[in-house]
DNA sequence: GTCAATTCATCAGCATACTGACGATATCGT
DNA sequence: ACGATATCGTCAGTATGCTGATGAATTGAC
């Protein structure tokens, strides 16, 4: 290996591409029975946390992006796992909520995930691992904003839509990236 | 935000997609006007670095798949950034080999790659830095063979191709994960 | 040397992701 | 009340990524 090679094989960017191809493999592999993905299980947790959600909070609070999310609960709905209704006072939205069969599906699917997250930090000691974690959250907190799906927990009232209430006030979504031109 | 949104939130795999998503971002915010993806900028590094290789070795030194790679050096070709023609010795293969507006695009690109590199890791202290990559890579290395597309930096040999000589014996490919019913 | 096994590039099919746009609806200022 | 503005879900277009299959070509066992 070359140190041309190595300039760009340890480049920051592009051992996150790879840990995050590591990290989607163990994930399918372990939960390969259920055949489901690590999106799909964030998005079904989160519709389980907070029942009666419409789609963009579901967005905010597992930093998803928009016009991803509808092929998502999509999916969900085809497989039974969720419902998805039309808003009560907002009729643009759709309330999202577990089924049965979703709530049986994340207690199956438990093992699985819990033995991915393992294998991800395997390789470090234990107290490296918690090292890593905490550079880990410190990273993504302070780059939240960069991502174009950033997270937003404040959107998110405790058991939004238990209630009635689906959706809330939106927050200001604070300045973007101008325009690109492609 | 409840114990429930944290055991999803602060999960390794969770945190390590996020990552990803704003690593590409801040490549793509950065390199705006070159219209270039991370991807993009691995490849054509990679040939450049190791004249006259082939599709699958080149997925082997930057860790993408065989069936995504050639969608990738189709682009860089369109755009006059790579060469790609028919291998001599093995006429099953293409030999890929970067051109000088590659070459100039590799030169112009470069602060903004740096840049990113720079920004993904900001929110660090400076010996945090050193500590997380020196993780990141382990983790990477350890995890490699869990990925679809590991690194084989042994299939390249120095200069591979420079003197005709395209591809190489292929390394044994370890167990693979059994077949998935989807 | 011949034939079985392997490898290369590619493909169809699916899933995640981002950009920019749209119609339908809400909300806010006045 | 009403018009400007913003938001919701969706869509078309593009890019990355994986699974499993294919035809063409090579390699290896014998």
Same mark, same amino acid.
């Given at each position: 290996?070359? #140190? #041309? #090679?190595?300039?760009?094989?340890?480049?920051?960017?592009?051992?996150?591409?790879?840990?995050?191809?590591? &990290?989607?493999?163990?994930?399918? #592999?372990?939960?390969?029975?259920?055949?489901?993905?690590?999106?799909?299980?964030?998005?079904?947790?989160?519709?389980?946390?907070?029942?009666?959600?419409?789609?963009?909070?579901?967005?905010?609070?597992?930093?998803?992006?928009?016009?991803?999310?509808?092929? %998502?609960?999509?999916?969900?709905?085809?497989?039974?796992?969720?419902?998805?209704?039309?808003?009560?006072?907002?009729?643009?939205?759709?309330?999202?909520?577990?089924? &049965?069969?979703?709530?049986?599906?994340?207690?199956?699917?438990?093992?699985?995930?819990?033995?991915?997250?393992?294998?991800?930090?395997?390789?470090?000691?234990?107290?490296?691992?918690?090292?890593?974690?905490?550079?880990?959250?410190?990273?993504?907190?302070?780059?939240?904003?960069?991502?174009?799906?950033?997270?937003?927990?404040? &959107?998110?009232?405790?058991?939004?839509?238990?209630?009635?209430?689906?959706?809330?006030?939106? %927050?200001? $979504?604070?300045?973007? $990236?101008?325009?690109?031109?492609?």
């Amino acid at each position: 290996m070359s #140190d #041309d #090679d190595s300039r760009l094989i340890d480049m920051p960017g592009h051992l996150i591409r790879r840990l995050q191809q590591i &990290a989607s493999a163990l994930f399918l #592999d372990q939960a390969k029975s259920f055949d489901f993905t690590p999106v799909q299980y964030a998005a079904l947790v989160a519709i389980k946390n907070h029942a009666g959600l419409d789609q963009t909070t579901l967005c905010n609070v597992i930093a998803l992006d928009r016009s991803t999310i509808g092929d %998502v609960v999509g999916r969900l709905e085809k497989r039974g796992l969720i419902s998805r209704t039309n808003g009560t006072t907002d009729r643009r939205t759709k309330a999202l909520r577990v089924t &049965a069969a979703g709530r049986r599906m994340i207690r199956d699917i438990e093992p699985a995930v819990m033995a991915t997250q393992r294998l991800i930090l395997a390789p470090l000691k234990a107290n490296e691992r918690v090292t890593f974690m905490q550079m880990l959250k410190h990273l993504v907190h302070l780059n939240n904003e960069h991502s174009r799906a950033p997270l937003r927990l404040h &959107a998110l009232q405790p058991n939004a839509g238990v209630r009635g209430r689906a959706s809330t006030a939106q %927050v200001v $979504r604070p300045r973007r $990236r101008e325009a690109t031109r492609r």
